[in-house]
Protein backbone atom coordinates (compact mmCIF):
# COMPACT_ATOMS: atom_id res chain seq x y z
CA UNK A 1 0.00 0.00 0.00
CA UNK A 2 1.08 3.22 -0.84
CA UNK A 3 3.05 6.09 1.64
CA UNK A 4 3.99 9.50 1.37
CA UNK A 5 6.73 10.74 2.91
CA UNK A 6 6.27 13.92 4.77
CA UNK A 7 9.99 15.51 6.10
CA UNK A 8 11.20 12.23 6.25
CA UNK A 9 7.95 10.72 8.06
CA UNK A 10 6.32 8.23 5.98
CA UNK A 11 2.40 8.17 6.23
CA UNK A 12 0.35 5.28 5.11
CA UNK A 13 -3.01 5.56 3.47
CA UNK A 14 -5.20 3.18 0.95
CA UNK A 15 -7.40 4.15 -1.76
CA UNK A 16 -11.12 2.14 -2.29
CA UNK A 17 -12.83 2.81 -5.56
CA UNK A 18 -13.81 5.47 -7.56
CA UNK A 19 -15.93 8.82 -7.82
CA UNK A 20 -15.88 11.67 -5.20
CA UNK A 21 -12.94 11.48 -2.92
CA UNK A 22 -14.23 10.91 0.92
CA UNK A 23 -10.97 10.84 3.11
CA UNK A 24 -12.05 8.98 6.81
CA UNK A 25 -9.58 9.48 9.71
CA UNK A 26 -9.75 7.16 12.90
CA UNK A 27 -9.88 7.99 16.05
CA UNK A 28 -6.53 7.98 18.65
CA UNK A 29 -5.18 5.00 19.37
CA UNK A 30 -7.13 3.30 16.69
CA UNK A 31 -6.26 2.77 12.96
CA UNK A 32 -7.41 3.04 9.31
CA UNK A 33 -8.87 -0.71 10.06
CA UNK A 34 -11.80 0.86 12.08
CA UNK A 35 -13.03 1.71 8.44
CA UNK A 36 -12.29 -1.59 7.06
CA UNK A 37 -16.59 -2.78 7.59
CA UNK A 38 -17.79 0.30 5.95
CA UNK A 39 -15.33 -0.08 2.40
CA UNK A 40 -17.25 -2.07 0.62
CA UNK A 41 -20.50 -0.07 1.05
CA UNK A 42 -18.91 3.30 1.05
CA UNK A 43 -16.41 3.02 -2.27
CA UNK A 44 -19.35 1.63 -4.66
CA UNK A 45 -19.69 5.54 -5.36
CA UNK A 46 -16.87 7.40 -3.51
CA UNK A 47 -13.05 7.33 -3.94
CA UNK A 48 -12.34 6.50 -0.18
CA UNK A 49 -9.50 7.17 1.17
CA UNK A 50 -8.20 5.64 4.60
CA UNK A 51 -4.82 6.61 6.51
CA UNK A 52 -3.03 6.14 9.61
CA UNK A 53 -2.32 8.93 11.90
CA UNK A 54 1.49 9.49 12.51
CA UNK A 55 2.56 7.24 15.52
CA UNK A 56 -0.23 4.94 14.75
CA UNK A 57 -0.47 1.59 12.70
CA UNK A 58 1.28 1.26 9.15
CA UNK A 59 2.58 5.21 9.48
CA UNK A 60 5.99 5.92 11.08
CA UNK A 61 6.55 6.83 14.90
CA UNK A 62 9.06 9.68 14.65
CA UNK A 63 11.45 10.11 17.93
CA UNK A 64 11.03 13.88 17.65
CA UNK A 65 8.11 15.31 19.85
CA UNK A 66 7.95 18.58 17.50
CA UNK A 67 6.99 16.04 15.02
CA UNK A 68 3.15 15.45 16.36
CA UNK A 69 0.76 18.18 15.98
CA UNK A 70 -2.40 19.26 14.92
CA UNK A 71 -0.94 21.46 12.17
CA UNK A 72 1.23 18.78 11.01
CA UNK A 73 -1.48 16.18 11.25
CA UNK A 74 -3.60 18.87 8.90
CA UNK A 75 -0.69 18.88 6.62
CA UNK A 76 -1.20 15.40 5.97
CA UNK A 77 -4.52 15.01 5.09
CA UNK A 78 -3.82 17.81 2.60
CA UNK A 79 -0.71 15.61 0.92
CA UNK A 80 -2.73 12.72 1.07
CA UNK A 81 -5.22 14.66 -1.01
CA UNK A 82 -2.53 15.82 -3.59
CA UNK A 83 -1.03 11.97 -3.88
CA UNK A 84 -4.03 11.18 -4.92
CA UNK A 85 -5.19 14.06 -7.62
CA UNK A 86 -7.97 15.41 -4.85
CA UNK A 87 -8.53 19.11 -5.19
CA UNK A 88 -11.72 18.81 -3.01
CA UNK A 89 -12.67 15.93 -0.88
CA UNK A 90 -15.40 15.33 1.65
CA UNK A 91 -13.58 15.51 4.86
CA UNK A 92 -14.88 12.92 8.03
CA UNK A 93 -13.28 10.96 11.10
CA UNK A 94 -14.01 9.66 14.29
CA UNK A 95 -12.83 11.21 17.90
CA UNK A 96 -9.49 12.87 17.25
CA UNK A 97 -9.88 12.30 13.94
CA UNK A 98 -13.55 14.01 13.51
CA UNK A 99 -11.26 17.21 15.45
CA UNK A 100 -8.77 17.07 12.70
CA UNK A 101 -11.00 17.24 10.31
CA UNK A 102 -12.92 20.60 11.78
CA UNK A 103 -8.79 21.70 12.00
CA UNK A 104 -8.71 20.57 8.35
CA UNK A 105 -11.38 22.69 7.65
CA UNK A 106 -10.23 25.79 9.42
CA UNK A 107 -6.54 25.70 7.12
CA UNK A 108 -7.98 24.53 4.10
CA UNK A 109 -11.85 25.43 4.16
CA UNK A 110 -11.75 25.65 0.12
CA UNK A 111 -10.46 21.67 -0.03
CA UNK A 112 -13.47 20.61 1.94
CA UNK A 113 -16.60 19.69 0.15
CA UNK A 114 -18.35 18.65 3.11
CA UNK A 115 -17.84 17.53 6.78
CA UNK A 116 -18.29 14.05 8.26
CA UNK A 117 -18.01 14.11 12.12
CA UNK A 118 -18.07 11.02 13.87
CA UNK A 119 -18.48 10.54 18.04
CA UNK A 120 -16.26 13.79 18.41
CA UNK A 121 -15.69 17.10 20.53
CA UNK A 122 -14.90 20.54 19.04
CA UNK A 123 -12.23 21.74 21.93
CA UNK A 124 -13.40 24.03 24.65
CA UNK A 125 -13.82 27.34 24.92
CA UNK A 126 -13.18 27.76 28.82
CA UNK A 127 -9.15 27.14 29.75
CA UNK A 128 -10.28 24.57 32.73
CA UNK A 129 -12.05 22.29 30.69
CA UNK A 130 -9.07 22.44 28.28
CA UNK A 131 -6.56 21.81 30.58
CA UNK A 132 -8.59 19.27 32.60
CA UNK A 133 -8.86 17.31 28.98
CA UNK A 134 -5.22 17.79 28.33
CA UNK A 135 -4.56 16.71 31.74
CA UNK A 136 -6.01 13.46 30.88
CA UNK A 137 -3.92 13.15 27.58
CA UNK A 138 -1.09 13.04 29.03
CA UNK A 139 -2.33 10.60 31.59
CA UNK A 140 -2.72 8.16 28.78
CA UNK A 141 0.90 9.09 27.54
CA UNK A 142 2.24 8.49 30.48
CA UNK A 143 0.59 4.86 31.16
CA UNK A 144 1.75 4.25 27.50
CA UNK A 145 5.08 4.81 28.52
CA UNK A 146 4.70 3.11 31.31
CA UNK A 147 3.15 -0.05 30.39
CA UNK A 148 3.67 -0.14 26.53
CA UNK A 149 0.67 -1.42 24.14
CA UNK A 150 -1.07 -3.56 26.82
CA UNK A 151 -2.51 -0.94 28.44
CA UNK A 152 -4.47 -0.59 24.85
CA UNK A 153 -6.15 -4.18 25.95
CA UNK A 154 -8.02 -2.78 28.43
CA UNK A 155 -9.57 0.08 25.99
CA UNK A 156 -12.82 0.52 23.83
CA UNK A 157 -13.08 -2.84 21.62
CA UNK A 158 -11.83 -0.66 17.89
CA UNK A 159 -8.48 0.44 20.29
CA UNK A 160 -8.08 -2.55 22.15
CA UNK A 161 -7.57 -4.74 18.21
CA UNK A 162 -5.67 -2.05 16.83
CA UNK A 163 -2.29 -2.95 15.52
CA UNK A 164 0.65 -0.24 16.40
CA UNK A 165 4.41 -1.08 16.23
CA UNK A 166 5.87 0.92 19.33
CA UNK A 167 4.08 2.55 22.39
CA UNK A 168 6.30 5.49 22.25
CA UNK A 169 4.99 7.15 19.30
CA UNK A 170 1.74 6.68 20.59
CA UNK A 171 2.28 8.64 23.57
CA UNK A 172 4.01 11.07 21.92
CA UNK A 173 0.98 11.76 19.73
CA UNK A 174 -0.97 12.04 22.66
CA UNK A 175 1.29 14.92 23.87
CA UNK A 176 1.30 16.40 20.50
CA UNK A 177 -1.81 15.58 18.71
CA UNK A 178 -4.45 14.89 21.72
CA UNK A 179 -3.75 17.84 23.86
CA UNK A 180 -5.37 20.84 22.44
CA UNK A 181 -4.06 24.52 22.87
CA UNK A 182 -6.57 27.22 22.13
CA UNK A 183 -10.34 27.60 21.09
CA UNK A 184 -9.76 28.27 17.39
CA UNK A 185 -11.89 25.32 16.53
CA UNK A 186 -14.67 25.56 18.62
CA UNK A 187 -15.19 28.98 17.71
CA UNK A 188 -14.79 27.90 14.03
CA UNK A 189 -18.01 26.35 14.06
CA UNK A 190 -20.37 28.93 13.45
CA UNK A 191 -18.22 30.16 9.95
CA UNK A 192 -18.41 26.46 8.28
CA UNK A 193 -20.09 27.18 5.12
CA UNK A 194 -20.20 23.35 3.82
CA UNK A 195 -22.65 20.48 4.41
CA UNK A 196 -21.85 19.02 7.78
CA UNK A 197 -23.16 15.33 8.90
CA UNK A 198 -22.59 14.78 12.68
CA UNK A 199 -23.28 10.93 14.15
CA UNK A 200 -23.03 9.89 17.51
CA UNK A 201 -23.81 6.68 19.34
CA UNK A 202 -26.76 6.84 21.83
CA UNK A 203 -24.63 5.71 24.57
CA UNK A 204 -21.18 8.08 23.52
CA UNK A 205 -22.58 9.97 27.02
CA UNK A 206 -19.14 12.02 26.85
CA UNK A 207 -20.04 13.34 23.77
CA UNK A 208 -23.54 13.59 23.38
CA UNK A 209 -23.65 17.47 24.56
CA UNK A 210 -20.65 17.94 21.93
CA UNK A 211 -22.80 16.68 19.33
CA UNK A 212 -25.83 18.97 20.60
CA UNK A 213 -23.19 21.61 20.47
CA UNK A 214 -21.89 21.36 17.06
CA UNK A 215 -25.21 20.62 15.49
CA UNK A 216 -26.75 24.08 16.78
CA UNK A 217 -23.76 26.22 15.90
CA UNK A 218 -22.45 24.62 12.29
CA UNK A 219 -25.01 25.91 9.94
CA UNK A 220 -27.69 23.85 8.79
CA UNK A 221 -25.68 20.80 9.98
CA UNK A 222 -27.22 17.47 10.17
CA UNK A 223 -27.40 15.33 12.98
CA UNK A 224 -27.93 11.51 13.69
CA UNK A 225 -28.50 9.67 16.89
CA UNK A 226 -27.69 5.66 16.56
CA UNK A 227 -29.09 3.76 18.71
CA UNK A 228 -27.38 0.97 20.46
CA UNK A 229 -23.72 2.10 20.00
CA UNK A 230 -20.81 3.93 22.15
CA UNK A 231 -18.02 5.70 20.96
CA UNK A 232 -16.84 3.73 17.86
CA UNK A 233 -20.43 4.10 16.40
CA UNK A 234 -19.49 2.35 12.88
CA UNK A 235 -18.16 -0.83 14.85
CA UNK A 236 -21.06 -1.24 17.38
CA UNK A 237 -23.37 -0.67 14.54
CA UNK A 238 -22.39 -0.84 10.92
CA UNK A 239 -25.05 -0.85 9.12
CA UNK A 240 -27.04 1.88 10.74
CA UNK A 241 -23.59 4.21 10.35
CA UNK A 242 -23.83 2.80 6.18
CA UNK A 243 -27.73 4.09 6.48
CA UNK A 244 -26.97 7.40 8.49
CA UNK A 245 -24.23 8.44 6.35
CA UNK A 246 -25.27 7.15 2.66
CA UNK A 247 -28.55 9.43 2.07
CA UNK A 248 -25.87 12.64 3.14
CA UNK A 249 -23.59 11.51 0.73
CA UNK A 250 -26.33 11.22 -1.99
CA UNK A 251 -27.84 14.27 -1.59
CA UNK A 252 -24.79 16.71 -1.29
CA UNK A 253 -24.55 19.22 -4.25
CA UNK A 254 -22.17 18.33 -7.38
Not at 124 to 129: E, H, P, R, V
Request: charged residues 20%; aromatic residues 6%.
Amino acid sequence: MPKINRDGVAIYYEVHGNGPPLLLTHGYSSTSAMWHGQVEALSKKHKLILWDMRGHGQSDYPDDPGAYSEALTVGDIAAILDAVGAERAIIGGLSLGGYMSLAFYRAFPHRARALLIIDTGPGFKKDDAREAWNARALGTADRLEQEGLAMLKSATRERATASHRNAKGLALAARGMLTQRDARVIELLPDIKVPSLIVVGADDTPFLAASDYMAAKIPGAQKVVIPAAGHAVNIDQPQAFVDAVEPFLKNLPG
